[in-house]
């Protein structure tokens, strides 16, 4: 009888980390995903900020989880441990595109910002889009600053 | 200072001049710029940079986009955010597409 209980009780306790196991499935995180999606286009079109709220909580939750299993994101995701996501090719590719992006976007946002400003006179409409591509740039400015700072003083 | 007066074509005048005096410079210098450690530095800090970037704007954009009824004059600035987040996904993916013949 003592036998039986304690094979149910271990059949219950495999049911439950089943279910455990099932949120920190890469479908479950992928249907998430998802639905994260859907509550910002939601939000948007409603205009609704709760909504947003709600997406931004979940999108940190999901974060949390991601980060507690970023040493198992492979397997989560691909279900298989040998799978490489991410080689030195595509890390050199990553760096140097993401180089170029941001050397581009920098140029264009100030050269755009510079335009619609002078043209304030006769498109006044859009001189609050010209300050805050300046403001934009200057953010970018101090990301990347900060970021080198940081790097240079690990490597 | 043709920012400052609303006239576009000194605006013009002067960015142009700007690359070219920063071209002939690069140029005629001879001496070396950047190593290879500046490189890799340059490179990581872009990538990450260019990441907390398209995110913060992606969702600052989005927030005033949502706030349209409470803040009406801000959602030019939220479209602006927004669209500049869709020109860095795709420049990236330009460039992405361009090193991947490359290399």
Same mark, same amino acid.
């Given at each position: 009888?003592?036998?039986?209980? $304690?094979?149910?009780?271990?059949? $219950?306790?495999?049911?439950?980390?089943?279910?455990?196991?099932?949120?920190?499935?890469?479908?479950?995180?992928?249907?998430?995903? %998802?639905?994260?999606?859907?509550?910002?286009?939601?939000?948007?079109?409603?205009?609704?900020?709760?909504?947003?709220?709600?997406?931004?909580?979940?999108?940190?939750?999901?974060?949390?989880?991601?980060?507690?299993?970023?040493?198992?994101?492979? $397997?989560?995701?691909?279900?298989?441990?040998?799978?490489?996501? $991410?080689?030195?090719?595509?890390?050199?590719?990553?760096?140097? +595109?993401?180089?170029?992006?941001?050397?581009?976007?920098?140029?264009?946002? &100030?050269?755009?910002?510079?335009?619609?400003? +002078?043209?304030?006179?006769?498109?006044?409409? *859009?001189?609050? %889009?010209? *300050?805050?591509?300046?403001?934009?740039?200057?953010?970018?400015? &101090?990301? *990347?600053?900060?970021?080198?700072?940081? *790097? +240079?003083?690990?490597? | 200072? #043709?920012?400052? =007066?609303? @006239?576009?074509?000194? @605006?013009?005048? @002067?960015?142009?001049?700007?690359?070219?005096? #920063?071209?002939?410079?690069?140029?005629?210098?001879?001496?070396?710029?950047?190593?290879?450690?500046?490189?890799?530095?340059?490179?990581?800090?872009?990538?990450? @940079?260019? /990441?907390?970037?398209? /995110?913060?704007?992606?969702?600052?954009?989005?927030? =005033?986009?949502?706030?349209?009824?409470?803040?009406?004059?801000?959602?030019?600035?939220?479209?602006?955010?927004?669209?500049?987040?869709?020109?860095? =996904?795709?420049?990236?993916?330009?460039?992405?597409?361009?090193?991947?013949?490359?290399?």
């Amino acid at each position: 009888m003592k036998i039986i209980t $304690e094979v149910n009780d271990m059949s $219950e306790s495999g049911v439950v980390l089943k279910i455990l196991s099932l949120f920190e499935s890469g479908l479950f995180i992928k249907i998430v995903s %998802v639905f994260i999606t859907g509550l910002w286009i939601t939000g948007i079109i409603l205009g609704n900020i709760y909504v947003i709220i709600l997406a931004l909580l979940l999108l940190t939750g999901l974060g949390v989880v991601l980060y507690i299993h970023g040493d198992k994101l492979k $397997e989560i995701f691909y279900g298989d441990g040998s799978v490489i996501v $991410e080689d030195e090719r595509t890390q050199l590719i990553n760096e140097k +595109a993401s180089t170029m992006t941001l050397g581009v976007l920098i140029a264009v946002i &100030i050269w755009v910002g510079i335009v619609i400003t +002078a043209l304030r006179t006769s498109y006044p409409q *859009y001189s609050y %889009v010209g *300050y805050t591509l300046f403001v934009v740039a200057i953010f970018c400015l &101090i990301l *990347y600053i900060s970021a080198r700072t940081y *790097y +240079a003083r690990k490597f | 200072m #043709s920012v400052s =007066l609303g @006239a576009i074509i000194p @605006a013009f005048l @002067a960015i142009l001049i700007g690359a070219m005096l #920063s071209y002939v410079y690069k140029k005629n210098t001879k001496e070396v710029l950047y190593d290879e450690r500046m490189v890799k530095i340059s490179e990581k800090s872009s990538r990450i @940079a260019m /990441i907390l970037f398209a /995110i913060s704007i992606t969702f600052i954009g989005l927030f =005033l986009i949502t706030l349209k009824d409470l803040y009406p004059e801000f959602t030019q600035v939220g479209f602006t955010l927004a669209f500049s987040a869709i020109g860095i =996904l795709g420049l990236y993916y330009v460039f992405y597409g361009y090193y991947n013949r490359k290399y």
